[in-house]
Every structure is written in structure tokens, then in C-alpha cells.
């Protein structure tokens, strides 16, 4: 799905108030029937994320802290079953599985000997059965799957998603009898910054040399691509020479101005694949 910058801008616009659930991308899509429930998600995730980094000292500063965490420990006294920590996050716009992880950490700083380390709390919030506590540990069971853009539960998601279209992508490569090599066989000859296929026998899309392919299961919306063409894409094209960024769920549409560069971008695998007919060494 290619959007103009004005029909992402309306969707984010709409994002700007509302709450990382699955009951506000539902309305979402209520809201833009015509876009692909994938593509919604995708843009909710991200514009979150950029609300989230804006807003994530004041949430850990001291005196946050202490208040969270007083509000925490009143809540549960009061009713252990209820959602405390779930709704505190949503009350004062914060990721919950962010949430989840303060009242932890200084859960732990109050109950154990020594400052816990980042592994033991990572460790916890992808198992709560190993928090000391059962009522934090119903909490923050809550919180985890209750959030719909941070935490581990959306982070092992976001792999699976991500490797299904890396498998995707090769299954299409091979159906068009292309020879390539991926990530890992380039990792093996020493590359250290690879796309995720490289070309063995060049091809031209829409009349553009393409030697390398990179599979994004992602919506690439001004920030992400600009720190994709910054960390990655101009990387690839200065070491293998042009290529082919393809962004799953789409992208914006005044972002595919690298063409004449060497950069182009795809929401899809391309269906008119001309094969030339000399190898890359």
C-alpha cells in the first residue's frame, strides 16, 4: 500500500491522541476501511514509538518513579485482581510494557540484596513466573499482552514477521530461477553489512539495475527510511551498487526519490524482473 504524504499524514494525525490497544486500532480501521489492517498496525506502532522516545525521561525521573510506584503498591492493596498497572499506563499515556518494567525494577530494588541486573529483569518480563511476587507477577503478565507495539511477546512477533518475509522474498527469488546469496552466506566471506540478498546475475526493474534486495516487514514512513538510508541502504549501494527496498506494508510515496541514484522502493516483489545477461563477480 503506497500512500502520498497527505494520506499518512491524516492517518498519524488521527494516532496523536489515542492509546497503544488493540480496541484503538480497531477504530482505526474503522475509521480507513480501505487500508490494509497490516498497514495500520504498522503505522500505530511507529508513530507510538516516536511519541514514546519523546516523552520517555519524564517518565523516569525520581519523582515519577516514587509516584508510579506508590500508585501501584495503593492499587493492588486495594484490589490485587484488578488491572492497577495496565491502567496506570494507559492513565498517563506510557507504554504499558514500559510500565511494567519501572514497577518492576523498583520492586526489586526495594526486595533484593543487590541492584538488579538487566538480563534478570529482561529474563522476568519474558517469564513473569519468575517474579518473586505473585500480584506483580499477574500485573505485569497483563501489561505484556495488553501492549500492542513494546515488549517481548510484540518483539518475538516482529521476528517471526520479519523472518516470514525474508523466506517469502526467497521463495519468490527462486520461483524467478534467480541465483543470490543471503545474509548469512555473505556473512561467511566477511561482509559485516549486508542486505538481506545480493544478486549473483543483476536484473532491471521499471528500467533500473538492481544487484541487491532488502526485505523490510515494515511501513516505511519518513523517520525509519531516512535512518535506513543513513545506517543501511547507502551502505549497500556504495559496497554492491544499486538496489531494491522492498517495504512490505507500504510506504510513502515522496520517499521513492532515490531512483536515478540507485534506490528503489517497492510494496511488493516486483513483477517485471528483466534478467541481463552478465554476472556479477
Known amino acids: 500500500m503506497i500512500l ?7 492517518i498519524a494525525q488521527c494516532l496523536v491522541s489515542v492509546p497503544p490497544t488493540r480496541q484503538s486500532l480497531r477504530k482505526l480501521k474503522q475509521r480507513f476501511p480501505s487500508q490494509s489492517q497490516a498497514t495500520l498496525l504498522s503505522i500505530f506502532s511507529q508513530e507510538y514509538q516516536k511519541h514514546i522516545k519523546r ?12 509516584s508510579y510506584y506508590q500508585r501501584y503498591l495503593n492499587g493492588v492493596g486495594e484490589n490485587g485482581a484488578a488491572p492497577v498497572l495496565l491502567e496506570l499506563a ?11 518494567r519501572i514497577i518492576l525494577e523498583r520492586f526489586l530494588q526495594e526486595h533484593e540484596e543487590a541492584p538488579p541486573s538487566k538480563s534478570v529483569i529482561n529474563s522476568m518480563l519474558r517469564d513473569p513466573s519468575q517474579i518473586p511476587d505473585g500480584v506483580l507477577a499477574n500485573q505485569v503478565y497483563q501489561c505484556i499482552v495488553n501492549d500492542c507495539c513494546y515488549g517481548p ?16 522474498l526467497r521463495d519468490l527469488l527462486l520461483e524467478k530461477n534467480l541465483s543470490f546469496l543471503d545474509e548469512d ?11 538481506d540478498f545480493i544478486l549473483q546475475v543483476p536484473v532491471a526493474v521499471e528500467g533500473h539495475i538492481i544487484h541487491w534486495i532488502e526485505s523490510k ?7 525509519s527510511h531516512h535512518a535506513y538510508l543513513h545506517d543501511q541502504f547507502w551502505s549497500y549501494w556504495n559496497r554492491f551498487g544499486p538496489g531494491l527496498v522492498i517495504y512490505w506494508y507500504g510506504f510513502i510515496q515522496e520517499l521513492d526519490c532515490n531512483r536515478e541514484r540507485g534506490i528503489l522502493l517497492h510494496a511488493c516483489f516486483p513483477t517485471d524482473i528483466v534478467t541481463l545477461c552478465h554476472s556479477v563477480a
Open 55 to 66: 516523552t520517555h525521561a519524564k517518565h523516569h525521573t525520581s519523582e515519577a518513579i516514587e
Open 4 to 10: 502520498t504524504k497527505a494520506q499518512y499524514d491524516e
Open 217 to 223: 516487514a515494515s511501513f516505511g514512513d519518513e523517520c
Open 185 to 195: 552466506q555473505l556473512r561467511a566471506r566477511g561482509y559485516d553489512k549486508t542486505p
Open 153 to 168: 511477546l510484540v518483539d518475538c512477533i516482529k521476528h517471526a514477521i520479519g523472518h516470514e518475509h525474508e523466506v517469502l
Open 90 to 100: 494507559n492513565e498517563v499515556d506510557y507504554a504499558p510494557s514500559l510500565m511494567a
